[in-house]
């Protein structure tokens, strides 16, 4: 009776543990669903999302409501604002070359801070303006703009180092970009505009980051990477890896 009873705790636990990691897992695609569907965004975002596939990239990046994130060329700030409405109001967002102030307006986005107009060489002081010290960000994003930090001469090993000291253990980068053809490294990153994903790993592997998870979402196998990536509409191969800090 006795060891039918233990079994009975046993198998108890185990249910209620299953229940609350689903619980979890549910909440955490609600936040990526409600950032998706937030009726501030603007119209000309939900047409980009046809290609962009925020409903498969954001479970991917793994960020959690009230993370502090840091955007690398945010550019027009499509990704911006999903990532502003997936942290909600306890995180932050910090944008680097956020050009489209507007999105700003009104505070319609209070918890991103657009950093000052800066090389990506002065990255260390301008997060150190912010009080961004070592190990205080949960993630940093990189979406398209990887091949233009080469190709702008902005990535060494300074770089890497102000990344992977801002990043809590167990922080993540998260990088999407066009791929060139395998073997290539930095060839295509001017001509079209795109950047071998093997030499990427190999990068940031050789700073100390973990590859934690790949995704195909964003693939094309009918891109033969020998044309400039806008040729394709974008719908060019892209890939999305996500690194981690040990």
């Known amino acids: 009776m006795k060891k039918l009873y233990i079994l009975f705790i046993v198998a108890l636990f185990a249910t209620l543990t299953s229940h609350q990691v689903n619980a979890k897992e549910e909440m955490q695609y609600n936040i990526y669903e409600n950032a998706i569907e937030n009726p501030n965004r603007l119209k000309s975002d939900l047409v980009n999302d046809v290609k962009r596939k925020p409903a498969l990239i954001l479970p991917f990046t793994q960020i959690q409501e009230g993370d502090k994130i840091l955007e690398l060329g945010a550019g027009g700030g499509y990704t911006t604002e999903l990532i502003s409405w997936s942290v909600g109001k306890y995180g932050k967002v910090y944008a680097h070359f956020l050009y489209n102030q507007d999105r700003l307006n009104n505070k319609r986005l209070s918890n991103v801070v657009s950093l000052r107009q800066h ?28 091949h233009d930090i080469y190709l702008n001469k902005e990535m060494d090993e300074k770089l890497l180092q102000t990344l992977y000291t801002s990043l809590k253990s167990g922080g993540t980068i998260v990088v999407l970009d066009n791929a060139a053809k395998k073997g290539t490294e930095l060839e295509a990153i001017g001509t079209l505009h795109r950047i071998d994903e093997e030499f990427v790993i190999s990068e940031f592997k050789r700073f100390g980051f973990v590859l934690d998870g790949t995704s195909d979402v964003l693939r094309n196998p009918n891109d033969n990477h020998t044309k400039p990536w806008g040729d394709l509409g974008g719908l060019q191969d892209r890939f999305a890896f996500r690194f981690k800090k040990p």
């Open 119 to 146: 090389t990506l060489l002065e990255l260390n002081t301008v997060l150190t303006e912010n009080n961004i010290n070592e190990n205080a960000l949960d993630s940093v994003v990189i979406f398209f703009v990887l």
